[in-house]
């Protein structure tokens, strides 16, 4: 069935750059979304990818997307301790509407 | 422009017991999804509502069950609380059109059942 996986935990340095990967089981989703969570909160969208596409930037976000291997990262640049937070992927399907998620990865960035 | 807005906050509950919780689109969306986040967990779709009729459904029991009103509001209703279904409840708005229907959260809604 329809699976989305992230590793659990990253930690970097203030200013370095995060790379968030995630893969997918089903072939044809269709869009590919990058959430952040803070403790307490709902879910920010910080971007999306359309399966067509192989890149998209946006700042100092960049999403890489390799669908051969259905695997979706996220990279951020100067990486600072206001993005710690938890990073969900999720996919959609063209004539579904539910997003499935990944269990989130917890980026911490030290100081 | 205001977001997707949740109430309650917080919410606390008995086994049994029933709850509704609301939400309000962002406005010029016309779509309202609902999912379920345990703690540690990704969110899981529970149903969406599009024209006041719910369009798709999660492997959620009948005891999740919800409504869309005219102006484009929702509500989840969960019946027989059991404790499994301590969470945090997000609701997330669209606009159905061509393209991708992205969907926005709002801050969640706190359900924890003793």
């Known amino acids: 069935g329809e699976d989305v996986e992230q590793s659990l935990f990253l930690s970097v340095r203030e200013g370095d750059s995060s790379v968030i990967n995630c893969t997918y089981t089903?072939?044809?989703?269709?869009?590919l979304y990058w959430y952040k969570q803070e403790p307490g909160a709902g879910l920010q969208l910080l971007t999306y990818?359309?399966?067509?596409?192989d890149m998209k930037q946006d700042q100092r976000l960049t999403v890489l997307l390799n669908k051969k291997d259905k695997h979706l990262s996220l990279r951020i640049a100067d990486t600072q301790t206001g993005d710690s937070a938890i990073y969900f992927c999720?996919?959609?399907?063209?004539?579904?509407?539910?997003?499935?998620f990944g269990t989130g990865t917890r980026l911490k960035v030290l100081a | 422009d205001a977001g997707v807005t949740q109430s309650p906050t917080h919410l606390i509950k008995t086994r049994g017991q029933q709850v509704t919780l609301r939400c309000s689109p962002k406005?010029?969306?016309?779509?309202v999804s609902w999912y379920q986040q345990a703690l540690g967990q990704g969110p899981q779709f529970i149903f969406q509502y599009y024209e006041e009729e719910e369009r798709q459904r999660g492997n959620f029991p009948d005891r999740f069950s919800g409504h869309q009103f005219p102006n484009y509001s929702s509500e989840l209703n969960v019946n027989a609380l059991l404790l499994g279904d301590s969470a945090l409840y997000l609701c997330a708005s669209s606009f159905t059109a061509v393209g991708p229907d992205t969907q926005y959260f709002g801050p969640g809604t706190r359900l924890t059942v003793l």
């Open positions: 999720a996919a959609s399907t063209s004539g579904t509407y539910k997003y499935i």
């Open positions: 990818i359309f399966s067509n596409m």
């Open positions: 406005s010029g969306h016309d779509t």
């Open positions: 089903d072939s044809s989703s269709t869009y």
